[in-house]
């Protein structure tokens, strides 16, 4: 099922449960993915592609994280609480994320392929990463992995 008809059943599904804090999230996921739309209108894309969906979802949970640190350092632990519900929801629609292990041999294997033989290569490594594994990698993590690889 594609990422946008998931959001608009689990919508349905949140809202005849009575789940308040489930469809404000999902709302809010629909009210992102809108403005994503409409941003990518003047290069003549109508509707975007499901690798730029996972994308925006990615930086929601990423903006959510810092969030929640800066709540905590506040003292704010009912914000905290609220952005980490709107976390666990949006990650439900993310793939999942790949361990530390299954990382490490996917560098290997992407440093291999490219026989890149030292830090100028990077780039090489990272483009093969992102079109192997890019749904189910997150590349934030595995950057640094790869210069110390490389490196």
Known sequence: MALRDAFTTRLKTAM???????????RMIMAKLKDTDIAARPKGIT??????ILAMLRGMV???RES????????????????EA???????????QMTDEAIAEA??????????????????????LKSRHAA???????GPLVKARLG
Not at 47 to 52: G, I, K, N, Q, S
Not at 68 to 83: F, I, S, W
Not at 136 to 142: I, S
């Open 16 to 26: 005849l449960a009575h789940d308040a804090p489930t469809v404000s999230a999902l």
């Open 47 to 52: 509707a975007v592609e499901e690798a730029d």
């Open 62 to 64: 990423k903006s959510r």
């Open 68 to 83: 929640v640190t800066l709540y905590r350092q506040g003292d704010r632990p009912e914000l905290a609480a609220k952005e």
């Open 86 to 96: 709107e976390i666990a929801v949006i990650e439900s629609f993310l793939p999942q």
């Open 107 to 128: 560098v290997d294997a992407a440093i291999a392929e490219t026989a890149a033989a030292g830090i100028k290569d990077m780039g090489k490594v990272m483009a093969a």
């Open 136 to 142: 189910a990698l997150d590349m934030a993590r595995v």
